[in-house]
C-alpha cells in the first residue's frame, strides 16, 4: 500500500466516510516524486481533499528522504493550522505545530511540521521566534543556521495562498521568500481554490529554473463528476441575516467582522424561540477565542452536523479549516476568493442541493469594495455557476483579482522585495544582523508582513488582537500591559501601535486578560 492509500484509509476510518478516488492528488504526488526540484501549483476547489498531499508526502519522508526530509505545511490563519494538526496527531501521530506563543517545537524536524506563514517567514529569515529576544539581548544567536537548514532541506507546501496573496505587505515578502526558496532548490506545492492568471505569470518569473507545473482536476474527476449533480440555487438579498435562516435545516450565517458576528449571534440568542432553533444549538465561532474554546465549538460543530438543524454564526474563521456542511449559507459579500471558501461549506458532502443568499448591503470591511461589487456582478451574469467546479468561476477569480501581472503587483514594495532577497541569500548575516535590518525596515515602512497583531494572555492561552483592540480593552481596565516589570498605560491610538512594534521586534512584553472570558463569545 503506498502512503496515498495509506492516508486515505486512516482518514476514512476517523471520519467515517468510504474513501473516493482523488485523481488529482495522484498525479500531484507522482510529478513531486518523480522530479528534483519540483515547483506545483496544485488548483483544486474547497473539500477536494488537498491536505492528503501533505500527510502523503510526510509518510513517504519516513520511507525514503532522498528528495526531502520532512514536510513544512505553511498557512495563512491559526485556525486553520490547529484543524490540520488535530487530524494529523489523530490520524499518525507524527505532526508539530510552530506558531506565535504555541510552539512545540524549536525546528522543523518532525516528519510534518505545520506553521503560520508569519512564523515561517521569520524562520527562513534565520530568526527563531522562540529565540529573539534573547538574539535581541545578544546572548545566542539562536540557532540561526539550523532553523534555516531545517527549512532548506524540507518541502515546502504553501497551502490556501490566495489567503497571503491578498494581502500586500505578506505579498511582498512571499515573493521574496518564494524566490529564495527557487534558487537553493526547495521542493515547493502551492495549493488553492483560488489562484488568477496574472499569479501564475508571477510564479513562473520567480521560478525560472525550475518546470512550474499547474494541475487541476477535469471533467472525468469523481469529485467534480459529483458536484456538477448538486443543485446550487444562489440568491442576492438585503437586510438582516436572521430574516432568511430556516429552522428545519443546516444554517450557517458568516459576517465580514467579528462585531458583526457577535451582534447577529447576540440577536439569535435573544430571539431562539421566534426563530425556532433550540440555544443550544446556535454557536458563534471567530477568531478572537481561546483555542481550547474554539476546538470545543469546533467539536459541538462536529456532532450538530448529524443533526437536522443548527444555526452557525461566525467570521473568516470558519471559511477554511474547519469542516462541516450546511443546507444553507447566508454570508455578507465578499471578494469571490473568499465566497468561494465560505461555499465551499455549502452541501459539502453527499447532499444533493444548497442555497447560498449574499447579502449586498452588509458592511464590506475589511474587504475592497471595488472587488465585492465585481464579484457580485460577475457571480449574477455568469451562466452555470457552481461553487465546486473550476472552469465555472477561473474567469471571475482572473477578473478580480488579476489577470495580468501589473494587476497582482498593486501595492507590492518592489524595493522591500529586492532588499529581503538580498539578505536571504547572504550567507554571512546572522540571526542578530537580520533582526537588526528588521528593526529598520520596520521602524521605516511599519509591520514587515500583515497588520501588527498582539498575543492576548488569556486564562493561560493567546488571543491575537489589533492594537485597536488593545487599547479598546485598556480603556475598559480589562488588560494588564507590563514590559520590563513595569506596567505600561495606554492613553491613545500610538500608544497600543509602539506596544505592538515592539512586541513584533522582540521585546519581553506581557498583555494579561483581566477581565472575565466570555464562554459563549470570547473577546468582544
Excluded at 519516513?62 to 489523530?90: G, N
Excluded at 522591500?416 to 548575516?429: E, G
Amino acid at each position: 500500500m503506498n502512503p496515498y492509500e495509506q492516508v486515505a484509509q486512516r482518514l476514512s476510518q476517523i471520519k467515517g466516510f468510504k474513501p473516493e478516488k482523488r485523481p488529482l492528488i495522484e498525479e500531484a504526488l507522482d510529478r513531486i516524486l518523480s522530479s528534483d526540484t519540483p515547483f506545483l501549483v496544485v488548483q483544486a476547489p474547497t473539500g477536494y481533499g488537498k491536505t492528503s498531499i501533505s500527510f502523503s508526502l510526510a509518510l513517504y519522508s519516513l520511507q525514503d528522504a532522498s528528495l526531502f526530509d520532512r514536510v513544512i505545511h505553511v498557512l495563512p490563519m491559526r485556525s486553520i493550522i490547529e484543524d490540520i494538526d488535530r487530524t494529523a496527531k489523530e490520524a499518525f501521530g507524527f505532526s508539530r505545530t510552530k506558531m506565535m506563543s504555541s510552539n512545540e517545537e524549536f525546528l522543523h524536524l518532525f516528519p510534518l511540521n505545520i506553521t503560520t506563514v508569519d512564523t515561517f517567514t521569520w524562520d527562513v529569515l534565520k530568526l527563531n521566534t522562540k529565540k529573539i529576544p534573547q538574539i535581541d539581548r545578544g546572548r545566542e544567536f539562536g540557532y540561526d543556521y539550523l532553523t534555516q537548514a531545517s527549512i532548506l532541506t524540507s518541502l515546502i507546501i504553501f497551502d490556501e495562498a490566495h489567503f497571503i496573496l491578498e494581502d500586500p505587505r505578506m505579498k511582498t515578502v512571499f515573493f521574496s521568500v518564494l524566490k529564495f526558496l527557487a534558487e537553493n532548490n526547495v521542493p515547493i506545492v502551492i495549493m488553492t481554490a483560488t489562484l488568477s492568471r496574472g499569479y501564475i505569470k508571477l510564479f513562473e518569473e520567480c521560478t525560472k529554473k525550475n518546470n512550474l507545473e499547474i494541475l487541476s482536476p477535469n471533467e472525468e474527476d469523481p469529485f467534480i463528476r459529483r458536484e456538477l449533480r448538486k443543485e446550487f440555487e444562489i440568491k442576492f438579498q438585503t437586510g438582516n441575516p436572521l430574516d432568511f435562516v430556516d429552522n428545519t435545516k443546516r444554517v450557517a450565517i458568516v459576517a465580514n467582522s467579528v462585531s458583526r458576528a457577535v451582534e447577529i449571534f447576540d440577536q439569535a440568542k435573544e430571539n431562539a424561540p421566534e426563530l425556532g432553533f433550540e440555544e443550544d444549538k446556535i454557536i458563534l465561532i471567530h477568531g478572537r477565542m481561546k483555542p481550547s474554546h474554539k476546538a470545543e465549538l469546533i467539536e459541538r460543530l462536529r456532532k450538530l452536523n448529524n443533526e437536522k438543524s443548527f444555526l452557525l454564526i461566525g467570521t473568516q474563521a470558519i471559511e477554511a479549516g474547519v469542516d462541516f456542511s450546511v443546507d444553507i449559507m447566508i454570508t455578507d459579500a465578499a471578494p469571490i476568493n473568499s465566497l468561494l471558501q465560505r461555499f465551499g461549506r455549502v452541501a459539502r458532502y453527499r447532499e444533493r442541493k444548497g442555497e447560498i443568499i449574499i447579502l449586498e448591503d452588509a458592511p464590506t470591511g475589511p474587504y475592497s469594495k471595488e472587488k465585492i461589487e465585481k464579484t457580485v456582478t460577475l457571480i449574477k451574469e455568469a451562466p452555470g455557476f457552481n461553487p465546486r467546479v473550476p472552469w465555472t468561476y477561473q474567469k471571475i477569480v482572473n477578473e478580480v483579482h488579476g489577470e495580468r501581472k501589473p494587476e497582482v503587483m498593486r501595492g507590492v514594495n518592489r524595493s522591500l522585495m529586492r532588499k529581503l532577497h538580498t539578505l536571504l541569500k547572504n550567507p554571512t548575516k546572522r540571526s542578530k544582523d537580520v533582526l537588526n535590518e528588521i528593526k529598520l525596515i520596520t521602524k521605516d515602512e511599519g509591520p514587515l508582513l500583515r497588520g501588527f497583531l498582539i498575543p492576548l494572555e488569556v486564562e493561560g492561552e493567546i488571543v491575537l488582537i489589533s492594537p485597536k483592540k488593545l487599547l479598546e480593552l485598556s480603556k475598559k481596565g480589562l488588560v494588564k500591559v507590563v514590559a520590563r516589570e513595569r506596567e505600561v498605560s495606554l492613553c491613545s491610538f500610538k500608544d497600543a501601535y509602539d506596544v505592538a512594534k515592539m512586541i513584533a521586534l522582540g521585546n519581553p512584553i506581557t498583555i494579561k486578560f483581566t477581565g472575565e472570558y466570555d464562554k459563549e463569545r470570547g473577546i468582544v
